[in-house]
């Protein structure tokens, strides 16, 4: 009896990987390693309890996004490509005897642009879709004839938009900042008569591949890199199970891509502005000092120029709005975080400790710059980050009495 065939899959995700960057020039090498990930993802879905969502996301038009969708759209299976479509048509297309289908969501921006105002119908299709155990309650029948019945909606979905998506969206997905190709980055001219054969022959050997691996990886439970848990480590973990199964370098740049996208989507997210605050407070106010005056926090936080701090509501933010924040958040004991009165040799004003916020800190922050570093060194050379806390921090932890207890800066 004849063995069956082997399939070299860090060969064949390799093609794939080079079949993307013959058409998009995606803004980090980390990028092409998650979409070409994720396509293969999508051949294995059955196999885990959640589908990242891939996003390619842009401030402007022209940056290549629906070309990289169009290119997704021949590497996985059963593609359904949409630029409108209601969360009903989206449930039972799931649910059709058909297979789960891979859904291509172009021009996203318009569903949960700032102008559309809220979807909720559809924002619920994509994340009760992340989860295998998500679906939706709907009545079926005419008239009083009628009886509840739940659609599945997990599948596989890639989005390009305009924009960003709502946090709830953004969290089950692996972001792609897309950006205009300059002079000197060329692609190929994409031309579908004679491409679309080529991603298919491609996407035929990856569910091949697939159905050699399906048992090894539905039993996978993928080692995670240093301080990824949570949310994004459930985002994550069919990628690097699926770059597990490929061997060869796969699974060290998968877990270096994971790192770097995961710590630019923090940089670039919309978190809430109390875990903004509390995150800029521990990196680049405090910077290793246990304690600080209201008005050196706030005269620190107005220098940041790209941080929110100076127009809250059309207003610097001030030591009330400061207390609020930070009281909506508890100490280590369970109490409020409340401003204390902090010995100086000028006076007496109230301030904040850090032994107050180290809980809110550990809690609530994504890794310091000095913590993502070292676990991105630890995984490959490739993920740079940029200065380190010490770095920012210095001038503030040296400000002089006199200027922290500026009774202006309060206000």
Request: charged content about 25%.
């Given at each position: 009896m004849t063995a069956p065939h082997t399939i070299d899959g860090a060969a064949l995700l390799d093609e794939v990987e080079a079949f993307h960057r013959r058409f998009n020039v995606f803004p980090t090498e980390a990028a092409y390693v998650a979409v070409a990930l994720w396509d293969a993802h999508a051949h294995l879905i059955d196999c885990f309890e959640t589908t990242p969502r891939i996003a390619?996301?842009?401030?402007?038009?022209?940056?290549?996004?629906?070309?990289?969708?169009?290119?997704?759209?021949?590497l996985t299976p059963r593609p359904v490509a949409t630029v409108s479509a209601s969360a009903n048509a989206l449930y039972r297309l799931v649910d059709s005897a058909e297979g789960l289908p891979t859904v291509l969501f172009d021009e996203v921006d318009t569903i949960f642009g700032p102008k559309a105002g809220a979807d909720e119908a559809l924002r619920g299709f994509l994340n009760a879709g992340y989860r295998r155990i998500g679906g939706a309650l709907r009545c079926v029948g005419e008239g009083s004839n009628q009886n509840a019945q739940v659609f599945n909606s997990y599948c596989a979905v890639a989005m390009a938009g305009l924009g960003s998506l709502p946090d709830t969206v953004l969290t089950r997905s692996v972001i792609v900042r897309m950006r205009k190709r300059a002079p000197n980055e060329k692609v190929e001219p994409y031309r579908q008569r004679i491409h679309e054969k080529q991603g298919h022959a491609l996407r035929d050997r990856l569910a091949k591949w697939a159905d050699t691996v399906r048992d090894q990886?539905?039993?996978?439970?993928?080692?995670?890199?240093?301080?990824?848990?949570?949310?994004?480590?459930?985002?994550?973990?069919?990628?690097?199970?699926?770059a597990d199964a490929i061997g060869g370098d796969w699974p060290g740049r998968a877990r270096a891509a994971c790192l770097e996208l995961i710590s630019a989507a923090h940089d670039n997210d919309e978190a809430s502005l109390g875990v903004r605050l509390l995150t800029d407070l521990r990196d680049k106010v405090f910077g290793g000092a246990d304690r600080m005056p209201t008005a050196a926090i706030i005269e620190c936080l107005l220098r940041m120029?790209?941080?929110?701090?100076?127009d809250l509501d059309d207003k610097p933010?001030?030591?009330r709005t400061l207390a609020r924040l930070l009281g909506q958040y508890v100490t280590p004991a369970n109490k409020p975080i409340k401003p204390r009165g902090i010995r100086t040799p000028s006076g007496f004003p109230k301030g904040y400790y850090a032994e107050d916020l180290t809980d809110a800190w550990t809690r609530y922050c994504p890794p310091s710059p000095e913590e993502s570093a070292t676990s991105a060194t630890s995984a490959t050379p490739q993920v740079n980050r940029g200065e380190s806390v010490a770095d920012t921090a210095t001038p503030i932890r040296h400000m002089s009495a006199e200027a922290a207890t500026q009774p202006t800066l309060a206000h």
């Amino acid at each position: 009896m004849t063995a069956p065939h082997t399939i070299d899959g860090a060969a064949l995700l390799d093609e794939v990987e080079a079949f993307h960057r013959r058409f998009n020039v995606f803004p980090t090498e980390a990028a092409y390693v998650a979409v070409a990930l994720w396509d293969a993802h999508a051949h294995l879905i059955d196999c885990f309890e959640t589908t990242p969502r891939i996003a390619f996301l842009s401030p402007e038009p022209g940056s290549g996004k629906s070309r990289a969708l169009e290119i997704v759209e021949l590497l996985t299976p059963r593609p359904v490509a949409t630029v409108s479509a209601s969360a009903n048509a989206l449930y039972r297309l799931v649910d059709s005897a058909e297979g789960l289908p891979t859904v291509l969501f172009d021009e996203v921006d318009t569903i949960f642009g700032p102008k559309a105002g809220a979807d909720e119908a559809l924002r619920g299709f994509l994340n009760a879709g992340y989860r295998r155990i998500g679906g939706a309650l709907r009545c079926v029948g005419e008239g009083s004839n009628q009886n509840a019945q739940v659609f599945n909606s997990y599948c596989a979905v890639a989005m390009a938009g305009l924009g960003s998506l709502p946090d709830t969206v953004l969290t089950r997905s692996v972001i792609v900042r897309m950006r205009k190709r300059a002079p000197n980055e060329k692609v190929e001219p994409y031309r579908q008569r004679i491409h679309e054969k080529q991603g298919h022959a491609l996407r035929d050997r990856l569910a091949k591949w697939a159905d050699t691996v399906r048992d090894q990886v539905s039993q996978a439970w993928p080692a995670m890199p240093d301080g990824v848990s949570d949310r994004p480590a459930d985002v994550w973990e069919p990628l690097l199970a699926v770059a597990d199964a490929i061997g060869g370098d796969w699974p060290g740049r998968a877990r270096a891509a994971c790192l770097e996208l995961i710590s630019a989507a923090h940089d670039n997210d919309e978190a809430s502005l109390g875990v903004r605050l509390l995150t800029d407070l521990r990196d680049k106010v405090f910077g290793g000092a246990d304690r600080m005056p209201t008005a050196a926090i706030i005269e620190c936080l107005l220098r940041m120029d790209d941080a929110p701090w100076g127009d809250l509501d059309d207003k610097p933010i001030n030591s009330r709005t400061l207390a609020r924040l930070l009281g909506q958040y508890v100490t280590p004991a369970n109490k409020p975080i409340k401003p204390r009165g902090i010995r100086t040799p000028s006076g007496f004003p109230k301030g904040y400790y850090a032994e107050d916020l180290t809980d809110a800190w550990t809690r609530y922050c994504p890794p310091s710059p000095e913590e993502s570093a070292t676990s991105a060194t630890s995984a490959t050379p490739q993920v740079n980050r940029g200065e380190s806390v010490a770095d920012t921090a210095t001038p503030i932890r040296h400000m002089s009495a006199e200027a922290a207890t500026q009774p202006t800066l309060a206000h």
